[in-house]
T-cell receptor, first 110, second 114 residues
Framework: RKEVEQDPGPFNVPEGATVAFNCTYSNSASQSFFWYRQDCRKEPKLLMSVYSSGNEDGRFTAQLNRASQYISLLIRDSKLSDSATYLC???????????FGGGTRLMVKP | EPEVTQTPSHQVTQMGQEVILRCVPISNHLYFYWYRQILGQKVEFLVSFYNNEISEKSEIFDDQFSVERPDGSNFTLKIRSTKLEDSAMYFCASNPQGGDTEAFFGQGTRLTVV
């Protein structure tokens, strides 16, 4: 079983749509969780951390379910500029190692 | 805004040659990392470095690889005797204190082994 698993997509959505990405992780001892964004041939950039109580940052909402080992990202009112690959990332060892999912590709179309 | 810088942006090398990839982490950060991403594949952890020593390494990080922090600013990844399959984007990252704080990534060095 992959350590961090994501649906690779692509998700093709029109501008203004709401889209949700899911991620599962295998290590129940995982401590920290993140969503990163990666544009084509660029470095990953932090989109948001994911907290147990769920958290929101503008149009983006992240949820964590530790019992199910499941993380989600919801993007509301999609913009063209949201087109990118979204990486689910898990920190397994007190900051010493980030484990990346394979990413979910989002394409927002006019 | 402080950033992680990597040089060179692109390196082409012949199989069997040694390469050194260079990184300048953000100055007050304590944790440093190297990751790689083979084209079309996921980002993979190679090694983490804290307090002047390796703290974690993956199975990818074998004897072919080494890291150094030769002075107070640079953090290098050396690959001895490169193989074709070492061709990838190599990302350096730094983190102020580990845990759930953000890791900042450099723009990467694209290594092509021919």
């Amino acid at each position: 079983r992959k350590e961090v698993e994501q649906d690779p997509g692509p998700f093709n959505v029109p501008e203004g749509a709401t889209v949700a990405f899911n991620c599962t992780y295998s290590n129940s001892a995982s401590q920290s969780f993140f969503w990163y964004r990666q544009d084509c041939r660029k470095e990953p950039k932090l989109l948001m951390s994911v907290y147990s109580s769920g958290n929101e940052d503008g149009r983006f909402t992240a949820q964590l379910n530790r019992a199910s080992q499941y993380i989600s990202l919801l993007i509301r009112d999609s913009k063209l500029s949201d087109s990118a690959t979204y990486l689910c990332v898990v920190n397994n060892n007190a900051g010493n190692m980030l484990t990346f999912g394979g990413g979910t590709r989002l394409m927002v179309k006019p | 805004e402080p950033e992680v810088t990597q040089t060179p942006s692109h390196q082409v090398t012949q199989m069997g040659q040694e390469v050194i990839l260079r990184c300048v982490p953000i100055s007050n950060h304590l944790y440093f990392y190297w990751y790689r991403q083979i084209l079309g594949q996921k980002v993979e952890f190679l090694v983490s470095f804290y307090n002047n020593e390796i703290s974690e390494k993956s199975e990818i990080f074998d004897d072919q690889f080494s890291v150094e922090r030769p002075d107070g600013s640079n953090f290098t990844l050396k690959i001895r005797s490169t193989k074709l399959e070492d061709s990838a984007m190599y990302f350096c990252a730094s983190n102020p204190q580990g845990g759930d704080t953000e890791a900042f990534f450099g723009q990467g060095t694209r290594l092509t082994v021919v």
